[in-house]
């Protein structure tokens, strides 16, 4: 029974591609992973995972939205004609450093490296005089790639001898970049948007409670639920490049959006090297706010659900994949978002 548990666990560590909206022309999808270290045996647990997410589908509210439309648009926040994006494709590359006594207590240390590619046409002048698009006179491109913002997790799971729930504590801090600028298609400097630059520079808090199990009266299924609440708790002035860039408009301060994330799943144990997953994900997430950001194209909430598949190699080597695929989203002002994110990673115990 407790060689079942510790697999159970160690099967719903698999990345749950932890959505979260982030701004119209960022990341509207965060795979860091969140729920990580639910084990029940001491020691040490690297995982490396890969995520692929290509945001081409320009959305609005609960629908899909063309470029057209999108530029016939007015923000309401600003009274100027809605931005129009054309895509961001994100690779991410995430280590993972777990660390379990055993008893009651565990921490993860995530960082992930980031891989981003983004082109927008930028917004009209004035709506239908083609400035933004399809000209693209007021766009830009950029691509970059580096580390991101940090996390450190920690967990307590003494309460109950079966060790299988817990409350979780952390914090994220900014170790990714969010000073990048671009050459605009107009030939001119400008800065990217905060939502695109691979750090927030907010350090945020962490906190969650989690449970996992084995379903009653069904041996060979496990089941698990994480709750997990995240919240900038100092924002940051934007770098003084940006600020720099943006002194006509007095666009200083950023704060991302606060996130509730809930991930519901269950898995199959019936096969030797085999285990088949799937989850649920539910994110809310408000809008970001601070004079750089973007407080209407920003947050909303998203249902998504992620099956996936884990293999066993050895006892202390897994090899894992999911895909997470769209239920439900409903995100406010204009975003683009991916239609899947795929995922691949190794997990090795030490």
Sequence with gaps: MKLKKIILAMAFLMPAAEVLACASCGCSLNTDIGTQGMGMSGGWTLDLRYDNLNQNQLRSGTGTISQQQAANTINP????????????????????????????????VI???????????????????????????????????????????????????????????????????NSQTVTGNSGTTQAVDPGLQLGTGSTDAI??????????????????????????????????????????????????????????????????????TLQFNYLYKTADSGTAADTWATGGTLLYVTPGLLYQLTSETQVYGNVQLPVYQNLNGIQVAPSFIASMGVRVRF
């Design 77 to 108: 926040k600003t009274g100027q004609p809605a931005e129009v994006e054309g895509f961001t494709q994100n690779n991410y590359v995430t280590a993972s450093m777990d660390y379990n006594n055993g008893e009651e207590w565990g921490a993860t």
């Design 111 to 177: 960082l992930p490296y980031i891989m981003r590619t983004h082109m927008t046409y930028g917004s009209d002048t004035v709506v239908g005089d083609g400035t933004g698009w399809p000209t693209g006179a007021n766009g830009y491109s950029s691509q970059t790639n580096g580390i991101g913002d940090m996390k450190i997790i920690g967990r307590y799971f003494g309460f109950a001898e079966q060790k299988d729930w817990g409350i979780q504590f952390g914090v994220k801090l900014p170790t990714g970049s």
């Design 207 to 276: 906190l969650g409670v989690y449970k996992f199990g084995l379903i009653p009266q069904a041996e060979s299924w496990g089941y698990f639920a994480n709750v997990q609440y995240q919240a900038a708790v100092k924002p940051t002035n934007v770098p003084s490049n940006i600020a720099a860039l943006n002194s006509g408009t007095g666009a200083s301060s950023y704060r991302p959006g606060n996130a509730l994330n809930v991930n519901l799943g269950t898995n199959y144990q019936g096969w030797d090297k085999w285990i088949p």
